[in-house]
């Protein structure tokens, strides 16, 4: 980077085009390869269908990312951790479940379906980060483990394993209310997302999370309690997975104890397209969203032109494996110059 | 006649008037489960034959698998950007689709219940307006596949009966085996059903189910499942196990991998659904709704009893359907 000052008086386009990435990276939080692939699949999508560009369809568009944008956010800060959380999916299940059956079963007040939501995946991920910090037993395992727990729970709890219909007119406008013409879900996973991305990039907590995710031990050197922060990680990503199941529930009018199967993988992919590492250390929530927005983009236009499910997960398998080639070659071209 | 069709575009153009284009032909849409079942794959036949006849086109579109309950709503949402003048929908679970169905009903769009996936009580509750539902009746066929049972064994058999249910909460799975359990009681007494268990319309999971019952009561003289896929996996289990001239197996749906194993006398029977003249149905209702005319709230397709006999006699002319 220090050469940029003596090139700078003569700038060629590949210099200004590192500038501007370097802008978007430093500034925005987001890799502009990212947003580019996210405009040209919009570009590509309005030439191809008629029905794609309007007000309607992108709000579809961004109700159809809710849930998974909001485990996306989970997945983002755990992996940026070098954590991972595979009960995400069966978490969220668990949530709209246990916090239909308080107020439909149990016949409790409306707002303990909120409460037991976000309390049961609270409750969740705090366990998970018990286990993982005190017991000292692989993320992997333990959350592996909290997806078949959580799943079967979620089972239990609903009566004949089906879903609990028929929640209270001010939980179901959380999920079917549209404030603003704007759908509920849409205005939580941008809300969601902007507090957790002024979270990851601008706090102490983030910084911390980004520290401990790139090399634990310099971490923990520098005095950060490794520990406490893993398990307040997992106990926020638990709860996420409840505000998703809290969601996944209003949306449906239901809560539904399959809600959820292998989102934890959806919201992985999300994560890592928006160019969130695998291994830690480097994670956005702004880049997720984008990563979000690019699977949810490319399913929307394939449902318009008709194009079966089957081809759509192709498409969606090639661009994360596209993705990360992507990184790669980045990291490679840094290291080299 | 051309008049009237003529009408029916009319109004079917008004409807897509706000759309970008309208297309010359009225649009269907289709939304099924998922296409990796043969049963949505003989519908979607029976969809084609009954548009090409109506002069229709259609526009079906289905999930990855029939446990994608959101992806199936987002699909629904998405299809009504595209405004078609029906919406035939195959709901994976009674209540995951009625957000959309509810808009469709805002934007005038007819909704079909196609393969009655959808709860009545639960539909009218929510206030989501259904021209009609159509499949064959589950609890008949439950009660069907019970019948040949009996009608193999005699109405004084006694011993130990499994039931492979659904998906748990899926109420075309449970509306089958409670048919058949109830039939099976009335008819003979002396089966039991030793076990009810979900085996969510999975073969592997069925085929484990049936293995554990087999290890409890060795004596097993008749399984019914509540698809055929399960139905084939609870065969290589018997078969496995050497009780293959023992145990009577009925599935439902008569799917063409059923059909193969029937022939090959594996499979005892299927109560087959004839899903190709389900789907067929559902397009000719639609049409004659949207012609101005009347249809009955409940459509029932018939379904029919497939054992090697009926399937190799050639003299059941309900056969044509069975694809």
């Known amino acids: 980077m220090s050469t940029t000052d003596i090139k700078r008086s003569q700038p060629n386009l590949a210099e200004r085009w590192r500038n501007v990435q370097f802008f978007f990276d430093t500034t925005m939080r987001v890799r ?30 961004l109700l159809a990312t809710s849930t998974i944008g909001v485990l996306a956010i989970a997945a983002t800060l755990v992996l940026s951790s070098s954590g991972l959380d595979l009960s995400l999916g069966s978490v969220m299940g668990l949530s709209g479940t246990a916090g239909a059956a308080l107020v439909v079963e149990a016949g409790w007040p409306w707002p303990f379906a909120i409460a037991g939501s976000l309390g049961a995946g609270a409750l969740a991920g705090y366990v998970n980060g018990q286990l993982i910090t005190r017991a000292r037993i692989p993320a992997f395992i333990v959350t592996l483990g909290m997806l078949g727990i959580a799943r079967g729970l979620a089972l239990i709890i609903a009566p004949n394993g089906g879903a609990i219909y028929g929640l209270p007119d001010p939980v179901v406008y959380l999920g079917q209310g549209r404030p603003l013409g704007i759908p509920s879900p849409v205005v939580i996973l941008v809300l969601t997302a902007l507090f957790a991305h002024y979270l990851l990039a601008y706090s102490r907590f983030g910084r911390h999370t980004l520290a401990m995710g790139d090399n634990e031990g310099a971490a923990r050197a520098t005095g950060i309690n490794v520990e406490r922060l893993r398990r307040t990680l997992y106990t926020l990503s638990g709860t996420l997975a409840g505000l998703a199941g809290l969601i996944f529930m209003a949306r449906v009018n239901a809560g539904d104890p399959t809600a959820g199967i292998s989102y934890e993988l959806t919201a992985i992919t999300a994560a890592i397209i928006g160019g969130t590492s695998l291994f830690g250390g480097k994670g956005s929530i702004l880049g997720t969203m984008i990563g979000a927005l690019i699977m949810g983009v490319l399913q929307n236009g394939l449902n318009l032109l008709a194009v079966q499910s089957y081809y759509q997960q192709i498409a969606i398998g090639s661009v994360l494996i596209l993705a990360v080639y992507i990184d790669q070659f980045q990291a490679t071209k840094e290291r080299k110059s | 006649m051309i008049r009237i069709k003529s009408l029916a575009l009319a109004s079917v153009a008004v409807l897509m008037s706000t759309a970008a284009f309208a297309a010359d032909k009225p649009l269907y849409g289709v939304l099924m489960k998922t296409l990796a079942n043969p049963f949505w794959g003989a519908m979607e036949q029976g969809v084609k034959a009954g548009a090409t006849a109506a002069g229709v086109e259609y526009y079906l579109q289905a999930v990855e698998s029939d446990q994608a309950a959101e992806p199936q709503l987002n699909t629904c949402n998405t299809m009504l950007e595209r405004k078609p003048a029906v919406m035939i929908t195959a709901a994976i679970n009674s209540t995951i689709l009625l957000p959309c169905l509810k808009k469709a009903n805002e934007m005038k769009i007819p909704v079909v219940d196609l393969d009655n996936n959808l709860d009545p009580d639960i539909t009218k509750k929510a206030g989501v307006d259904i021209a009609f539902h159509i499949g064959s009746n589950n609890e008949m066929a439950g009660a069907q596949g019970a019948g040949f049972v009996v009608s193999k064994l005699g109405k004084d058999a006694k011993g130990p009966v499994l039931v492979i249910e659904g998906l748990s909460g899926n109420i075309t799975g449970k509306h089958r085996a409670d048919g058949f359990a109830n039939e099976l009681k009335k008819a003979a007494p002396g089966l039991e059903i030793v076990a009810s268990l979900p085996g969510d319309w999975d073969r592997g999971k069925a085929a484990n189910i049936t293995n554990d019952i087999l290890t409890k009561h060795p004596d ?87 054992t090697k006999d009926v399937i190799e006699g050639g003299k059941e002319p309900m056969m044509e359907f069975v694809k």
């Open chain 2, 220 to 306: 097993l003289v008749a399984i019914f499942c509540a698809n055929d896929g399960m139905a084939l996996g609870a065969v290589e289990t018997v078969f496995a196990a050497n009780k293959g001239d023992k145990v009577i197996i009925v599935g439902v749906d008569g799917n063409s991998d059923a059909v193969k194993s029937i022939k090959a006398g594996r499979l005892t029977a299927s109560v087959a659904q004839l899903p190709y003249l389900v789907g067929k149905q559902a397009v000719e209702n639609v049409k004659k709704i949207l012609e101005g005319g009347k249809v009955d709230n409940v459509v029932i397709v018939p379904t029919l009893v497939l």
């Open chain 1, 32 to 61: 502009l390869e990212s947003l580019i692939v996210l405009a040209l699949l919009c570009t590509a999508m309005t030439i191809l269908s008629p029905f794609f560009l309007s007000l309607s369809n992108f709000l579809n568009i």
